[in-house]
């Protein structure tokens, strides 16, 4: 039966390079993870390069190592044309989206269901979706615009509404699922990182109740008191009424582990993976919520042949470590990360679901 691994490589908007060597890595890596693969005709892995506009497709009989590209009729990026300061200029160009990679993968659930393995967008990310070439939507497709549970046909990056109804038909829908593996999975590698989230998490973290016992052995009735200034409560107070102040000029306020968890939960289903997840029922990695990710590089005790992205655990090395973040979401929200070991998170339908159940 055959394997698809579908591998996008995001453009790199700040330099004007390309992740379509991450995503040649990435193959790499795999096929020494699976060495029957190499030989195997049916295994399939297709590249996405949204900033050449192409399309390859290697197959893996006889260690072939040769890209073969298909007919495909999108723009390669022209930086001088496209971009102003790093951001794609909106306009009705025909640059690859993601919702030609949601295609590729709509095509293969109608006339190869059940093949598709792996559905991986290398590249920068971020709470609203990956990245592919760092476009913007027209003010009436955002939250307060007249449009906004529609797709902007110009937007090109991944979006938390890309599997409404109302920019997904239902045919398109059940072929986008029916495509995947019953152990196939989506894995999106770029950043997680809203800072509304992340120093939250660290200010209950650095709190005398917190420091005050072994992670292990807290419970959901403690509690915890933080004090904010007046950019904390700028920034992020409207990101969820339901657990901080309702009044701007309360800035010290005590909160228990149960609502710290029911806050990353409800953090959680509102992002890309979390929409992902619940709206198609496909597991996907993502990073921890209030993480970013970084270029994957060897060190003692993590050797890295075909380096990817990781989520940094090591300060000396990447001048991060997410540990103490990471750790806290698989002790108290029962998040496993990701079978490499490189700090994802893996997010699951059921576990998902339930959390909407938990968080009203």
């Known amino acids: 039966m055959k394997k698809y691994i579908l591998l996008t490589a995001g453009y790199e908007y700040q330099n004007g390079g390309t992740f379509v060597g991450l995503a040649d890595q990435r193959r790499q890596f795999l096929l020494g993870k699976h060495p029957e693969w190499r030989n195997d ?13 192409k399309i390859d497709r290697n197959t893996s009989a006889a260690g072939a190592g040769t890209w073969t590209p298909e007919p ?23 640059l690859m989206s ?23 967008i290398i590249g920068h990310g971020w709470f609203g979706g990956p990245i592919l070439l760092n476009s913007f939507q027209r003010d009436e497709y955002t ?11 110009w937007d090109k990056d991944g979006r938390t509404k890309d599997f409404f109804n109302q920019n997904m038909s239902d045919a398109d829908w059940e072929n986008f699922k029916n495509a995947f593996a019953s152990d196939g999975y989506a894995w999106i590698w770029g950043c997680l990182f809203p800072r509304a989230y992340y120093d939250t998490l660290y200010k209950f973290m650095q709190t005398p109740e917190f420091k005050a016992k072994p992670m292990a052995s807290l419970t959901d009735s403690d509690s915890f ?41 409800r953090g959680i289903r509102r992002s890309y993976p979390g929409r992902f997840v619940s709206d198609t029922g496909i597991t996907c990695v993502a990073g921890y919520l ?4 970084d270029y994957e590089r060897s060190y003692p005790g993590h050797p890295a042949p075909h380096p990817v992205m ?13 540990t103490r973040v990471i750790n806290f979401y698989k002790t108290f929200l029962n998040i496993p990360e990701d079978p490499d070991g490189r700090g994802y998170a893996i997010y699951n339908a059921v576990q998902v679901n339930q959390w909407w159940i938990d968080t009203q």
């Open 290 to 293: 209030g993480t970013y990710s």
């Open 225 to 265: 008191t933080i004090t904010v200034n007046s950019t904390f409560v700028n920034d992020y107070y409207n990101v969820d009424r339901q657990f901080f102040p309702t009044d701007d000029n309360t800035k010290t306020f005590t909160r228990s582990l149960l609502d710290l968890k029911q806050y990353l939960k």
């Open 41 to 53: 005709p049916e295994v399939i892995f297709v590249r996405f390069d949204p900033k050449s506009g």
């Open 310 to 322: 990781v989520i940094p655990r090591n300060a000396s090395v990447f001048g991060t470590d997410f």
């Open 72 to 94: 495909v009729n999108f723009e390669a990026v022209n930086r001088r044309v496209h971009y102003r300061e790093g951001h794609l200029l909106p306009s009705d160009n025909r």
């Open 143 to 153: 939250a307060s615009g007249d449009n906004a549970a529609l797709r902007d046909p």
């Open 98 to 120: 993601i919702t030609d990679v949601y295609r590729y993968a709509i095509n293969i659930g109608a006339t190869e269901p059940g093949t598709l393995l792996e559905f991986s």
